[in-house]
């Protein structure tokens, strides 16, 4: 099988009886991104001169004795990491000319881990986005389609794993980031329970939502790779300090018996017919290789995206203040004075979904609208996790879509953010709630990829893990690729 | 929740954004369908529902003891800002 199509795992039991070499393994795929990404638009940095250097040293570990499960992996990290003397734009004209003068920690323990660094990927300005279309370097587009988005705000990053251009990526889930990209485009995306994985040196969104997590095709890769990027990080005050479980050891938890709650409110108005069938019949799929599955309830669930429409808002206003044209970042020409500095470099620097909610967040804390918008927003989003806690009483995981539809138009709803926003209806829950939450491949409507999402209790990682791992075992969805990638 | 113009112009001000003529009509008119959007959250009983700004209950922000644990890195954090003079960032004129 040529080297793209094998999965992390496959390539590094390959890497492990020296089939090839790290060496040739990152040729293999700078080549594949030197060809495909200019229609794409996946990787925004290219680090050939870096992966060579890093897979050299892989090889040398290796020839050594002293390699790890990782050793030699090519990946390629989310242009929203701070990459130490790597370009970090986090898809913005502000962060344009931005140098990370240091790694973040995700990027740090996977350079420990061994693997090679191929680049950095598009994305949605600041994360901000459902599409890759609000990115300043362009839409990125769908390997499946590309006259189709790829889902956002990690596009990128799930772009270049669909087309096999990189085995796997890091990226970073919001409000639904990491999974619904990862649904768009046919591949598996895992965000974990928040504070699971650091956040240090990953800009900042929504402080209590942001987590970092990982895209690849399969739940046994994104085992592999979180194991690497878990755990505890004095840098992060909210890093938490919970021992990280061998995540490729318990894939192999039976299926049998584990209770999964389907949710109705993921089956209500909205959803795409065609899409909810094949969720329904991986669910199916599911019981038959041995779960129960129950009906749960969450009815304050519909009440997430307008909650999450305060929360992230706020936070970003908050968050985003500190580019200010001073210390880093763009800076507007010949400002007349400090304000004007202010103004210019700001209104200039970042697009306009980015002001549209530095807006947003500045109006619902401003005094006068702080407790009728804010207040109420977080006592809703108090309301949603006691909802998610008491389905968890009852059940192991929660099973339903990950996105309401298949991928979109480019340039279908860029005009319209409300409709945007209802994207992301069904994984914003998980966030407000700061729970694990996977997507799956589960079919295609169309030729269009689609997800199943698998909701967790705090810290019930493995839980997902497996139960994905025990769907891929029983289907061939995430082994897919596009003719034109193959 | 219906903005004016002189909302929204008040709204980038604190904001420190500016907006420019062209820009002032659409952000009139989408901040005022999300802020119609989010006001269906005034429908839901809160009741004594506590305010939730941490996802994981009981998690508290660590402290750590008052020691430096960096060294000294300004020039190379200096490397991005627009303007540097003496190892100090340079901004117009503030007091006259």
Redesign the interface.
């Known amino acids: 099988m040529s080297l793209h199509r094998r999965s992390v795992a496959e390539l590094a039991a390959g890497l492990a009886a020296k089939e090839f070499s790290a060496v040739e393994l990152a040729r293999h795929f700078l080549a594949r991104i030197a060809t495909s990404n200019p229609a794409l638009n996946a990787f925004l940095t290219v680090t050939a001169e870096r992966a060579l250097a890093d897979a050299a040293r892989a090889d040398a570990t290796r020839a050594a004795g002293k390699a790890g499960p990782l050793t030699g992996v090519p990946i390629a990290h989310k242009d929203i990491f701070c990459t130490d003397g790597i370009k970090t734009s986090c898809g913005s004209k502000m962060l344009d000319n931005f140098v990370a003068p240091y790694d973040a920690t995700v990027v740090e323990r996977l350079a420990a881990a061994g693997t090679v660094l191929l680049g950095k990927t598009n994305m949605d300005e600041f994360a901000m986005g459902s599409s890759n279309e609000t990115s300043y370097f362009g839409p990125v587009r769908n390997p499946w389609d590309l006259a189709k988005v790829p889902g956002g705000s990690s596009g990128g990053s799930a772009a270049a794993v669909a087309a096999r251009l990189v085995p796997a990526a890091t990226g970073t889930d919001t409000g639904g980031s990491i999974r619904q990209p990862a649904a768009l485009v046919g591949i598996s995306g895992i965000k974990p329970t928040y504070g699971r994985v650091s956040r240090y040196g990953m800009v900042a969104f929504a402080s209590s939502l942001d987590q970092g997590g990982i895209l690849a095709p399969s739940a046994e890769d994104c085992a592999l790779l979180l194991g690497a990027i878990a755990g505890f990080d004095p840098r992060d005050s909210t890093s938490v300090d919970v021992p990280v479980p061998d995540y490729v050891a318990e894939l192999q938890a039976p299926l049998k018996g584990l209770r999964i709650g389907v949710l109705k409110e993921f089956f209500a108005a909205g959803l795409d017919g065609p899409t909810g069938a094949l969720v329904e019949a991986s669910i199916a799929q599911l019981r038959e290789l041995g779960a129960q599955i129950v009906d749960v309830s969450c009815p304050n669930l519909p009440l997430s995206v307008p909650t999450y429409y305060v929360v992230a808002p706020a936070e970003c206003s908050s968050n985003l203040s500190r580019f200010d044209g001073v210390r880093f970042g763009h800076r507007c020409q010949s400002p007349r004075d400090l304000m004007d500095l202010y103004k210019r470099s700001r209104g200039e620097g970042f697009g306009a979904e980015v002001k549209r909610r530095i807006m947003t967040g500045t109006y619902v804390l401003s005094a006068g609208y702080y407790d009728a918008y804010y207040l109420k927003a977080q006592k809703v989003r108090s309301l949603i996790t006691a909802d998610f806690k008491r389905a968890f009483e009852a059940v192991d995981v929660l099973a339903g879509p990950t996105s309401p539809t298949p991928a979109f138009d480019i340039g279908a709803k860029v005009d319209d953010p409300i409709t945007m926003y209802l994207n992301d209806i069904y994984t914003i829950g998980a966030n407000l709630a700061g729970l694990p939450a996977i997507s799956v491949p589960c079919g295609f409507v169309g030729g269009l990829p689609v997800g199943l999402q698998l909701i967790g209790p705090h810290f019930g990682e493995s839980r997902l893990l497996a139960a994905a791992h025990a769907y891929q075992r029983a289907s061939d969805f995430h082994r897919r690729v596009p003719a034109a990638y193959a | 929740m219906s903005l004016t113009r002189r909302d ?1 112009e008040a ?10 003529e062209g ?1 002032l009509p ?2 009139v008119d ?2 005022s ?3 119609s ?6 429908a ?1 009983q ?1 009741g004594t ?8 209950e009981g ?1 508290v ?2 402290l ?1 003891a008052d020691v430096a644990t960096e060294t000294d ?1 300004h020039q ?2 200096q ?5 540097v003079a003496s190892a100090l ?1 340079v ?4 007091i006259e």
């Open positions: 929204v709204i980038a001000h604190l904001a420190r954004l500016e907006i420019t820009e659409v952000y989408s901040l369908k999300i802020l959007f989010v006001e269906q959250l005034n839901a809160t529902a506590e305010p939730m700004a941490h996802p994981l998690e922000q660590r750590r890195r190379k954090y490397a991005n800002a627009p303007q960032y901004v117009p004129k503030v």
